[in-house]
Nanobody, 121 residues
Framework: QLAESGGGLVQAGDSLRLSCAASGLTFSSFAMGWFRQAPGKEREFVAAISWSGGSTSHAASVKGRFAISRDNAKNTVYLQMNSLKPEDTAVYYC????????????????WGQGTQVTVSS
């Protein structure tokens, strides 16, 4: 089970940190990803991190503003979001897949329910 938290309504330029707590799986064996979906759009890749945390990937649209990290002792993955823009408004989902990092949503079998992030201009 994956449970996201930390979403909310913020102004452009503000920061938020999303958290995703995992249970029922061996967290340290799973790569984790963050994805987002805006109304009327397909779910898109935001960031991913390997099982060890030694490798990360960020979408070009968020590189330099967002940072993914994980704490295997707490079974939690984070997404630090800085310099938020209105176009970042979406439901943000965390996802898990065994071991290998991927940027493709369909390659993740486990998903959370999502948390809404709204950025006003």
């Amino acid at each position: 089970q994956l449970a996201e938290s930390g979403g909310g309504l913020v102004q452009a330029g503000d920061s938020l940190r999303l958290s995703c707590a995992a249970s029922g799986l061996t967290f340290s064996s799973f790569a984790m990803g963050w994805f987002r979906q805006a109304p009327g759009k397909e779910r898109e890749f935001v960031a991913a991190i390997s099982w060890s945390g030694g490798s990360t990937s960020h979408a070009a649209s968020v590189k330099g503003r967002f940072a993914i990290s994980r704490d295997n002792a707490k079974n939690t993955v984070y997404l630090q979001m800085n310099s938020l823009k209105p176009e970042d408004t979406a439901v943000y989902y965390c996802a898990a897949r065994y071991q290998i990092l991927s940027t493709t949503p369909r390659e993740y079998p486990y998903w959370g329910q999502g948390t809404q992030v709204t950025v006003s201009s």
